[in-house]
C-alpha cells in the first residue's frame, strides 16, 4: 500500500523504514527537511509541503500524523483535511486525547474524510521489535488499513500463544486490535501508560531500597552491599515480574551502576494525567497509578536512586531526554 507519514522524529522514521521493508510505499515530509530527505535516499518519496505530500499520495489517500499531542497535531489535522478530499483516511498515531479525536473526526466527516485514531507502542525500538497498536475508528476503513497495521506490528513472534476461545479476532495476538470506534483506540493506549507508570515506580522503588541497604542510615551489621544489576539481571531469568521495562533496567544497571548520568527528574506525558481522571470519572480506586503520577511530580524537587532509574528506562523504551531540573 501506499502511506503518507508526517513527522519523522523518533518514531515517525521508523515506521517508514518498516513499512517500506515490507513492500509499502510511503511519501514523507517533516518541517525539517533532513529527515525527509534521509528517507528518500532509503527509498521514501519526499514531499516539500503537506500539499505536496496531498499531490503525492494516490486516493483514496491515507495520511499518518506522528506528532506531539495537541497544537501540533490539531494544527495538522485540520490543514490536512482541508486537502484531502472524500474517501481519504487521516491517522493520528501520537498520544493525543481521546476526546480530541472524537472532536476531529467529526468535523473530518462534514468533509467526508475518515479519521483514525492509533495508539501506538513501541518507542525507538519499534523498527526491530514492531509497534504495538490500539486502533479506533469505522470497520470498513480499519479493514482497508490492515495491510499498513499487519507490516507495522510485531507478529506472532516466539511469545507462548494464549489458549484463545474459537473465533477470537486474531489481530490480537499479532499485536494490533481494532479496539472501537474513534477515540477508542487512544483510550486504551492513555490506560496503557498509566499502567506503565505503575510498572515503573515499583521497579524503581524496589531497586531503591535494595540500593539503601547498604547506606550510613542502616546499622552496619545490618548492611548489604547488594550488586544491583545483577539483581536485574537474574529476575530476568524465570522470575514472575520478569517483563521488557525490567529488561531495560538491567541493561541501564550494567551500564550505569550508579546511574549518575541521570538526574531523577521525571517528566509525564498527559497520558498518566488523564488515566487519573478517567479513574475520578469512573469512580474506579487507582490508587497506584494516581501515586505513580504523583512520584513523577515530586521528582521535579528531589531525586532518589529509583527515580534516576526511572529516567534510565524512559530513555531506553523510547529514547526520552530528562528535563531539565
Known amino acids: 500500500?501506499?502511506?503518507?507519514?508526517?513527522?519523522?522524529?523518533?518514531?515517525?522514521?521508523?515506521?517508514?523504514?518498516?513499512?517500506?521493508?515490507?513492500?509499502?510505499?510511503?511519501?514523507?515530509?517533516?518541517?525539517?527537511?533532513?529527515?525527509?530527505?534521509?528517507?528518500?535516499?532509503?527509498?521514501?518519496t519526499a514531499a516539500d509541503s503537506l500539499e505536496d505530500?496531498?499531490?503525492?499520495?494516490?486516493?483514496?489517500?491515507?495520511?499518518?500524523?506522528?506528532?506531539?499531542?495537541?497544537?501540533?497535531?490539531?494544527?495538522?489535522v485540520t490543514e490536512l483535511g482541508k486537502l484531502?478530499?472524500?474517501?481519504?483516511?487521516?491517522?493520528?498515531?501520537?498520544?493525543?486525547?481521546?476526546?480530541?479525536d472524537i472532536r476531529r473526526a467529526a468535523a473530518l466527516k462534514a468533509h467526508?474524510?475518515?479519521?483514525?485514531?492509533?495508539?501506538?507502542s513501541g518507542g525507538v525500538w519499534g523498527l526491530e521489535r514492531g509497534y504495538c497498536m490500539m486502533i479506533g475508528g469505522e470497520n470498513a476503513v480499519i479493514d482497508r488499513l490492515d495491510p499498513i497495521f499487519a507490516s507495522l506490528a510485531p507478529g506472532l513472534g516466539d511469545i507462548p500463544r494464549t489458549k484463545r476461545p474459537a473465533g477470537a479476532d486474531p489481530r490480537a495476538e499479532r499485536g494490533y486490535i481494532h479496539a472501537g470506534p474513534v477515540g477508542a483506540g487512544h483510550f486504551v493506549k492513555m490506560i496503557h501508560n498509566g499502567i506503565e507508570y505503575g510498572l515503573m515506580q515499583a521497579y524503581a522503588e524496589g531497586l531503591d531500597i535494595l540500593q539503601g541497604k547498604g547506606g550510613d542510615a542502616i546499622p552496619e551489621a545490618d548492611r548489604y552491599d547488594l550488586n544491583l544489576a545483577d539483581i536485574a539481571e537474574v529476575w530476568r531469568r524465570g522470575s514472575v515480574i520478569s517483563?521488557?521495562?525490567?529488561?531495560?533496567?538491567?541493561?541501564?544497571?550494567?551500564?550505569?551502576?550508579?546511574?549518575?548520568?541521570?538526574t531523577g527528574v521525571v517528566a509525564d506525558s498527559g497520558e498518566g494525567r488523564?488515566?487519573?481522571?478517567?479513574?475520578?470519572?469512573?469512580?474506579?480506586?487507582?490508587?497506584?497509578?494516581?501515586?505513580?503520577?504523583?512520584?513523577?511530580?515530586?521528582?521535579?524537587?528531589?531525586?532518589?536512586?529509583?527515580?534516576?532509574?526511572?529516567?534510565?528506562?524512559r530513555h531506553g523504551f523510547g529514547g526520552h531526554v530528562e528535563e531539565k531540573a
Open 1 to 44: 500500500m501506499q502511506l503518507g507519514v508526517i513527522g519523522l522524529g523518533r518514531m515517525g522514521a521508523n515506521i517508514v523504514r518498516r513499512l517500506m521493508e515490507d513492500g509499502h510505499k510511503c511519501v514523507v515530509w517533516d518541517r525539517d527537511p533532513a529527515p525527509g530527505q534521509a528517507l528518500a535516499a532509503e527509498g521514501a
Open 53 to 76: 505530500l496531498v499531490k503525492k499520495l494516490d486516493a483514496p489517500r491515507a495520511a499518518w500524523i506522528m506528532l506531539p499531542a495537541g497544537g501540533p497535531t490539531d494544527d495538522t
Open 84 to 100: 484531502m478530499q472524500a474517501g481519504d483516511v487521516i491517522l493520528d498515531g501520537g498520544n493525543s486525547f481521546y476526546r480530541d
Open 112 to 120: 467526508g474524510v475518515s479519521y483514525v485514531d492509533v495508539g501506538t
Open 243 to 262: 517483563s521488557w521495562l525490567l529488561d531495560l533496567s538491567a541493561q541501564a544497571l550494567a551500564d550505569h551502576p550508579t546511574l549518575d548520568e541521570f
Open 274 to 313: 488523564w488515566t487519573v481522571e478517567a479513574a475520578v470519572e469512573e469512580a474506579v480506586p487507582a490508587d497506584v497509578l494516581t501515586a505513580a503520577l504523583y512520584a513523577r511530580f515530586r521528582s521535579r524537587q528531589t531525586h532518589t536512586f529509583g527515580e534516576k532509574l526511572l529516567s534510565a528506562m
